[in-house]
DNA sequence: GTCTATAGTGCGATAGAC
DNA sequence: GTCTATCGCACTATAGAC
């Protein structure tokens, strides 16, 4: 047997997650996380630089799918049409298994402000990356920024309907929809035919 | 002679910004801005929640020039209008005079990390309450979401430009560009002509 | 792994304004 | 008398230094 288990910080994450589930993200401590995981404090505090950072770690695998999606777009794409590849990209990293997982977890980060705090920060650090990437293919720099912001905006407001009750439509559906809604939002029909 | 010298809170904001800009947020530590204000460390936590809110205590008012904004549009205005007309009342609260202490603060905000959590949960905060407004002027709810949305990224973008070295024009003609740059986007040649 | 500084909270006491 | 802003102190948890 090996001096300690392996999977140190998975343990932690599901901990976290159950524990701030359970008693709310104040009631937890760090400490009762290692605990639960089987390690001392010092451990958790080495894997994650703050007790918020032990829910976002996974992120960057989602990062790298909506990354992904920008630069395997057709060269001849328009930002916009981009922005829908990414977003086909991205929503394969959701199935229709993980949207009961994907709930719990946004019920408790939405249920404490510094964890939506943290939440911003990585969803602004993805807008950040992804304006790069589209910058990369040749967009310039307004519509690079614009159309990375709009990405990450349709995204969140998607995923949010992705998780309401009762909703059954896949993750790519409703980013299309949301997508074509933002479109029509910007191009009233006096503008499309003036 | 008053035990105490009134605008505790107003010497608070100004000591924690300047020291912030010297030293640095970490470096920087509740109890010195406090005494530098003249008052305890448990004054400055009964005035603000935690060491970062110091900074974004006038906010509120920032909130309700953009919220006014769209109160005060004309009834039948499409939501696109509604959001030129919120970012009109908004660019208001930053006359070019107070376009250098703009620089400094946001040199402060994006120094640090921690300060852009803040900054960005207080524009998501806004970006909900603009919905809401949207919604009380009976804008159904994908347009009302997504508008206050794109207002707040149109906001951000121009504030960021009309903050660059070397640039004079102002807040309004900025905003009114990026937003034009915003549905030139979603908005290509081909959709407009088909 | 231990030790320490700092953030942030709870509560009683105090002093002036009304 | 009440109300409000402050102080002063004890305390826990986070996070980083050693």
Redesign the interface.
């Known amino acids: 047997m090996a001096r300690w288990e392996p999977g140190a910080r998975g343990r932690l994450r599901a901990a976290a997650l159950e524990l701030f589930a359970d008693q709310g993200y104040d009631e937890t401590t760090a400490a009762q996380i290692a605990a639960r995981a089987g390690v001392t404090e010092r451990t958790f505090f080495r894997h994650f630089d703050d007790k918020r950072e032990v829910l976002f770690a996974g992120s960057e695998d989602f990062a790298r799918a909506f990354l992904d999606g920008v630069r395997d777009a057709p060269p001849e794409a ?3 049409d981009v922005v829908a590849h990414a977003l086909t990209s991205v929503a394969t990293f959701f199935p229709d298994e993980r949207r009961d997982d994907s709930r719990g977890r946004w019920a408790v980060i939405h249920a404490h ?1 510094a964890l ?3 939440e ?2 990585k969803l ?1 650090g993805l807008a950040g990356v992804l304006a790069t990437a589209m910058r990369e293919r040749g967009v310039p720099d ?2 690079a ?3 990375s ?2 990405a990450v ?1 349709v995204f969140r ?1 998607a995923f949010g309907r992705w998780l309401a009750v009762g909703e059954e439509r896949s993750l790519v559906d409703l980013e299309r929809e ?1 997508l074509g ?3 029509a ?4 029909a006096s ?2 035919v003036p």
Chains 1, 2 share one sequence.
């Open positions: 328009a930002p916009l402000p939506r705090e943290r911003l920060l602004a307004p519509a920024v614009l159309a912001e709009s905006t407001v949301v809604e933002l479109t939002l910007t191009t009233p503008q499309v």
